[in-house]
């Protein structure tokens, strides 16, 4: 499933994981997003050649469409976290007509790039890119994977529309500040995104 209750195309010839994040401290919940999309990102371009680009916060391009999805959700409370589910739907062998026609145009795999790749060798990148991130944050804090985050944001710079629960805007994406929210200067003044729909506007 996609977010805000939508489906996610996952027909044969993907790689679909859910990893899951027990014993998470609360400071590191606004980690586990960014640490997933990084973490994608340096396993798909090891084995694909090519650059990726993160669509804020969860959609990972390439070449500006889309190749990968994620989705975390929580379990547990204001007080505890029991577990996160770190959901990651990568497309691998599928072609344009495993596709819908209306995704055709904006989704890509590993074989609409011309690469074959083993299922089992992305499986075991994409769990060792995790944990070595997750080591980092242990020793370093966020900073450093909001760093890579922020570089590899195909968001930035862009003017986008932004759709959320109470209202439309439209502005330029300027930062991602220290908790992963989007900040888009608008001629209002600078709107934090913390969760939304975001369309870049044609020039």
């Not at 691998?92 to 995704?103: Q, R, V, Y």
């Not at 944990?131 to 242990?138: K, N, P, R, S």
Request: glycine residues 10%.
């Amino acid at each position: 499933k996609g977010r805000l209750g939508r489906s996610f195309q996952s027909p044969e010839g993907g790689l679909y994981l859910s990893a899951l994040w027990q014993d998470c401290p609360a400071g590191q919940l606004l980690t586990v997003t960014p640490l997933a999309a990084v973490a994608v990102c340096r396993a798909v371009e090891s084995l694909c050649d090519t650059d990726c680009g993160i669509k804020w916060p969860n959609d990972i391009l390439v070449k500006g469409r889309k190749m990968v999805g994620i989705l975390t959700e929580l379990n547990g409370s204001a007080e505890k976290v029991n577990y996160i589910i770190m959901g990651i739907g990568v497309n691998t062998g599928i072609t344009a007509e495993d596709l819908p026609k209306d995704l055709q145009p904006i989704v890509t795999s590993f074989a609409r790039e011309g690469v074959r790749v083993s299922r089992l060798a992305l499986l075991e990148t994409l769990l060792k890119e995790i944990e070595g991130l997750y080591q980092t944050v242990c020793r370093d804090g966020f900073a450093p994977i909001l760093a890579e985050w922020r570089a590899l944001s195909c968001m930035l710079g862009q003017d986008v529309t932004v759709t959320s629960i109470d209202k439309t805007f439209s502005g330029k994406a300027v930062d991602i500040d220290e908790n992963g929210n989007l900040l888009v200067a608008t001629p209002e003044g600078v709107e934090v995104v913390m969760a939304g729909d975001i369309h870049v506007r044609p020039a």
